[in-house]
């Protein structure tokens, strides 16, 4: 009999906490939930107050079963999953399912895996906390409910296999609504002028002083004008204002600030920062990482500031106490701050070192002195004229937190702190030119994932354990593709004034250029159009603030979960029955024009696959049957023209011969292609166009792609066309029937004869299908579960190990592919008794 079973929702963390308990304590993962509501139809009993059907999840049967036993032998159970509603839920349902009696049941919580904390929390046990786990509860009820009658409503009115979600659908009206500001945006631009004077520093250097005109001009004709009036104009300082200024450091670290700053200065996803921070938590490395609280310990600030005046001095050194802004936080316990304050570095891979020293940095410059800074501003005058031109400058004092860290900004440009020369008032300024340069006006920003998140905050929609479901979620569904746009190249007019010479030029410039921004798709836009015209209350921003208000009552115990998906339930379940009834349907269909050729109408509409053009439309049989083709990413179904959508007929396009076949290009499922002679060629992104692409090229695509190909093959076989040894990246391997093999390091590949590939062939291990990556279930793996604590007799085997054993796929597709192999085989042993 064990004397403690310790149970944790993950094998990463029960890992890092047995390393801090003694020989009398079994460490167990739960793999997560345990279980979840039913599949078959709701899972809920409306009728009976909404009470949950749960099932136990196929893939945890194993798990409940070990967990079962050991926690009828264990004198006591420990229940230590995350202190949050979703936490507080995986101890309830472990202690329902385990049927765990109170009696010998104790839950902690702890928002660090450190000795001290988890000593701590052995010595203060509580009971589960029932309001937590209802709000946990009423959060999934309500979108089990939203989900599971709006989705088969979006498959008969809009198209099948579409899914609606109360918070995510949210999210996508607020990517929908600024791609229309943006669509509606128009455009238009300013003269800006510049002026550079030149000036001597202390050591006598002449330098540069660039100022700008207090005024911008609407046209060119203003800006030429303001021009020849500075020709013979003088140009002196009118006044000089130097005022002292400080800059404070920003709060610790939240979810939403975490999952910002990692965007905007190491380029990670929202989602890839909470898989890192997950395992630097888990690790014992970091403080819990799903909290909107910008409080840290008395013991985090003492430690902080020793750090500090250790490395820097006191000077450095002013402690902060931060106050949390969002009023009911959830996860109120802690800022995301490094669990030892003491280690400034980690090991681990390059990402988890990057979010680390992130993380461990804003820390420390959290409880760091003010930066003081003398801000300078300029005034120029210009002898013959009541415009100004103004220079500001910044100089660091004393740089503070700044030594440290600084945070960054959506548009931040990277641009260092001007430092103004030494300057008088009434000082005459030497002019070396002045440029007026045409600025246009930009639309608004598309969102980040990061500027998403912190536009969800603002609007109070989701928490910090949702941010990062919600945006994969909206990804995964098709509604938003998060993508890099080129821009394109636009021409600016730029006047210059010189040696008392007017020259205008041209420029040009890339405009429009995204990267990594979340773009609508129109099957998103069409969706969000049905559901904001329908379910007005349940797509406004308001009400899912108000629900996430409604699920932190519930947890503060102010609320009852059942009578708040009551109030719900009555008022949206009767609309949907009314729109499922209405005949009417949504397919964002839109009649551009006729055809020029034909005389027929163009339309647009969502297709079975997408978004497509279509010429004619069809009506009986033995009419012609209309002509299709599907929109380039960049096109929208309400903004393409008539124009637009003509040159999209023009493929697949005819571009010549080439050793007397055709050569055709187009675009298929997977990009541009060239056909010819029955076979295909990739062309290449952002340089070849299928719609303008010439034979000249195209030859060379072909040509290019042949000599690839003859360099990959290394020998080729007569006895069996089928039968190749090839040139891959890891090296040369046999290829046979779509099946590859690998070459024994003795065998030279060139020189490998057919019988002995058929014999290589024979002998390997029988083939089996690959798995693809299954989200959100990497550590599902029963027998992965046990890890004993120190000074136990008990040997605990690598995950990765026995997730191999115990996660063999048994679908149907397994044993077709294996009976595929087991054919060739037989096959191949034919073969080789025949030579």
């Known amino acids: 009999m064990e004397e403690n079973l310790v149970i944790v929702e993950s094998p990463a963390k029960a890992k890092t906490i047995e390393k801090f308990l003694g ?34 999840s196929e893939d945890k049967q194993v798990v409940v079963k070990e967990l079962k036993k050991l926690s009828k032998d264990a004198k006591c159970i420990w229940l230590a999953s995350d202190e949050d509603r979703e936490g507080e839920a995986i101890a309830w349902h472990l202690s329902e399912v385990l049927e765990l009696s109170k009696e010998k049941t104790k839950r902690i919580v702890f928002h660090e895996i450190t000795k001290e904390a988890i000593t701590n929390a052995i010595k203060k046990p509580r009971s589960i906390d029932l309001n937590l786990v209802e709000a946990q509860q ?85 800006a030429r004008k303001f021009l020849e009036i500075c020709k013979g104009a003088d140009f002196k300082v009118s006044d000089i204002v130097k005022k002292p200024a400080k800059k404070s450091p920003s709060a610790p670290f939240t979810t939403s600030t975490l999952q910002q700053e990692a965007s905007r200065k190491l380029g990670f996803s929202v989602s890839q920062t909470m898989v890192i921070a997950q395992r630097l938590y888990e690790e014992g490395k970091i403080t819990y990482m799903r909290t909107d609280s910008v409080n840290l310990s008395d013991l ?25 802004k969002s009023k009911g936080a959830q996860e109120a316990h802690e800022a995301i701050r490094p669990a030892y304050l003491d280690k400034k570095t980690i090991t681990g891979n390059d990402a988890e070192k990057k979010l680390y020293d992130l993380i461990y940095k804003r820390t420390i410059a959290s409880q760091m002195s003010d930066a003081e800074l003398e801000r300078t501003q300029v005034t120029i005058d210009i002898s013959n004229s009541n415009h100004t031109f ?25 641009e260092s702190p001007k430092i103004i020369p030494p300057l008088k008032v009434n000082q005459v300024l030497d002019l070396d030119n002045i440029k007026a340069t045409q600025k246009f006006a930009t639309h608004p920003p598309r969102y980040t994932e990061a500027s998403l998140v912190r536009r969800l905050e603002e609007l109070g929609i989701g928490r910090p354990s949702t941010y990062a479901p919600i945006i994969s979620t909206i990804q995964q569904r098709g509604y938003v593709l998060k993508d890099n746009r080129d821009g394109i190249e636009r021409s600016y007019s730029n006047l210059v004034l010189k040696n008392q010479k007017i020259t205008e030029e041209t420029k040009k410039e890339i405009t429009g250029q995204e990267k990594s921004k979340l773009f609508p798709t129109d099957i998103g836009m069409l969706v969000n159009d049905y559901l904001v015209g329908k379910f007005q209350s349940i797509m406004d921003f308001n009400f899912t603030a108000t629900v996430e208000k409604s699920f932190d009552e519930i947890a503060e115990g102010k609320m009852t979960w059942s009578n708040m998906l ?12 009314k729109f499922m009834n209405v005949n009417e349907y949504a397919d964002g269909k839109r009649v551009l024009g006729k055809d020029p050729q034909t005389g027929k109408t163009i339309l647009v509409r969502i297709g079975r696959f997408g978004p497509i053009v279509q010429i004619g439309e069809a009506t009986e049989e033995g009419d012609e049957k209309p002509k299709y083709a599907s929109l380039r990413k960049e096109q929208h179904i ?18 010549g011969e080439y ?24 062309l290449k992104k952002g340089v070849d166009d299928p719609y ?52 024994p390091k003795a065998s030279v590949p060139a020189n490998i004869s057919f019988k002995e590939c058929m014999e290589i062939i024979e002998s390997s291990p029988e083939k089996k299908p690959s798995r693809g990556f299954s989200r959100g279930k990497t550590t599902n793996s029963p027998k992965a579960n046990t890890y004993k604590a120190k000074g136990s007799s008990a040997k605990p085997k690598s995950e990765t190990t026995q997730k191999t054993k115990t996660e063999k796929p048994k679908t149907s597709s397994t044993k077709k592919t294996s009976s595929k192999t087991t054919g060739t085989k037989k096959a191949v042993a034919s073969k080789v008794k025949k030579k």
């Open 638 to 655: 309400e903004t393409i023209t008539l124009e637009q959508a003509l040159e999209l007929f023009k493929l697949p396009r005819e571009i």
């Open 692 to 743: 303008t692409i010439e034979l000249p090229r195209a030859i060379e695509v072909i040509d290019e792609k042949r000599d690839a190909d003859k360099n990959k093959i290394i020998k080729e076989f007569s006895e069996d066309s089928g039968l190749l040894i090839l040139n891959g990246r890891y090296g040369p391997y046999i290829s046979y029937n779509k099946l590859n093999y690998k070459i």
């Open 566 to 577: 009551d109030d719900f339930y009555k008022k949206f379940h009767p609309l949907v029955e």
């Open 300 to 324: 985090a600030l003492n430690l902080a500031k020793t750090e500090i005046i250790s490395e820097f001095g006191e000077k450095y050194s002013q402690t902060r106490k931060y106050k949390t």
């Open 390 to 414: 103004q220079a500001s400058g910044e100089v660091i004092k004393f740089d503070g937190f700044l030594r440290v860290y600084s945070e960054s900004t959506d548009d931040e440009k990277e």
């Open 659 to 682: 050793e007397s076949s055709k050569v055709v290009a187009s675009i298929g499922r997977f990009g541009p292609y060239l056909l010819h002679n029955k076979k295909f060629y990739t």
């Open 138 to 222: 009423a959060r999934r009820l309500l979108d089990r409910i939203v989900g599971f009658e709006l989705s088969p409503l979006l498959w008969k009115k809009v198209k099948p296999s579409l899914s609606a979600g109360r918070v995510q659908s949210v999210a996508v009206r607020v990517i929908v609504e600024r791609e229309r500001e943006i669509i509606a945006f128009q455009s238009s631009y300013s003269f800006k002028v510049v002026g550079t004077f030149l000036i001597k520093n202390k050591e006598n250097e002449t330098v540069e002083l660039k100022a700008e005109l207090s005024t911008k001009f609407a046209t060119k004709e203003e």
């Open 23 to 56: 020989k009398n304590y079994l460490v167990k993962s739960s793999y997560g939930h345990i279980r979840d509501l039913s599949k078959k139809n709701l899972g809920i009993d409306i009728q009976n107050n909404f009470e949950p059907q749960y099932e136990i």
